[in-house]
């Protein structure tokens, strides 16, 4: 089976930058997707890692460690729109669908 | 518009009676999953579909069961509904499936209650 660890909630102030740490033990993985999620809405993709490296995209930014099985996203000059739930997916053989953590509860301040 | 559409959004049933939850997607993708929603639990697996008559079971599908009859619809079943299915429900489609990175494209959700 495939397990995901990211924190419960995350805190940070508007205009600051924030990291969502995602660890992972799954076998034959593929790749690490982020989406995110407004109060019980749809999820939202935002980034998917297959290689070793920081993706940035905007704002966002995604990266991941294969050997370290971990990755994280961070995102700056947060806004406090940003506040969300924040999903690390992990996509490994055996499965077809990703499988996601428990999600990041990020709450932005003014 | 490209999209995944669920119905109902909301749904309050009693214990045992049957119900079906709709999924339909515009985008010719090929596969197909659904997921339940719980605090604390994030999004879990119940099934997914690989392509028409292809499905195979998720993280807990117990409970459920689901059909792919056509590319584009993908329901969800609960024969005899129980109050631990009360959750909140999503869809989702993506073009491929692992390990090609496709995002999933999620629908609205379904929020059930169980009584």
């Known amino acids: 089976g495939q397990s995901l660890e990211q924190p419960s909630e995350v805190t940070a102030v508007e205009g600051a930058i924030v990291q969502i740490n995602c660890t992972y033990q799954?076998?034959?993985?593929?790749?690490l997707s982020w989406y995110q999620q407004h109060d019980g809405g749809a999820p939202t993709f935002l980034s998917y890692?297959?290689?070793?490296g920081l993706e940035e995209t905007g704002r966002f930014s995604s990266f991941l460690s294969r050997s370290d099985s971990y990755g994280y996203l961070l995102l700056q000059e947060l806004q406090m729109k940003d506040s969300a739930s924040y999903f690390c997916a992990v996509s490994a053989g055996g499965s077809y669908i990703p499988t996601f953590g428990r999600g990041t509860s990020l709450i932005v301040h003014p | 518009e490209a999209q995944v559409t669920q119905n109902p959004r909301y749904l309050i049933t009693v214990t045992g009676k049957k119900l079906t939850v709709t999924c339909s997607q515009n985008?010719?993708?090929?596969?197909m999953s659904w997921y339940r929603q719980d605090p604390g639990l994030g999004l879990r697996q119940i099934y997914y579909?690989?392509?028409?008559?292809?499905?195979d079971k998720g993280d807990v599908p117990e409970g459920y069961k689901v059909s792919r009859k056509e590319k584009r619809n993908f329901p969800l079943i609960l024969e005899s509904p129980s109050p631990n299915q009360t959750s909140l429900y999503f869809c989702?489609?993506?073009?491929?499936?692992?390990?090609?990175?496709?995002?999933?494209?999620f629908g609205d959700g379904t929020r059930l209650s169980i009584l």
């Open positions: 890692n297959a290689l070793d």
């Open positions: 579909s690989m392509n028409v008559e292809v499905t």
């Open positions: 985008m010719n993708h090929e596969y």
């Open positions: 799954t076998s034959g993985f593929y790749g």
């Open positions: 989702a489609s993506s073009l491929v499936g692992a390990p090609g990175g496709q995002p999933q494209h």
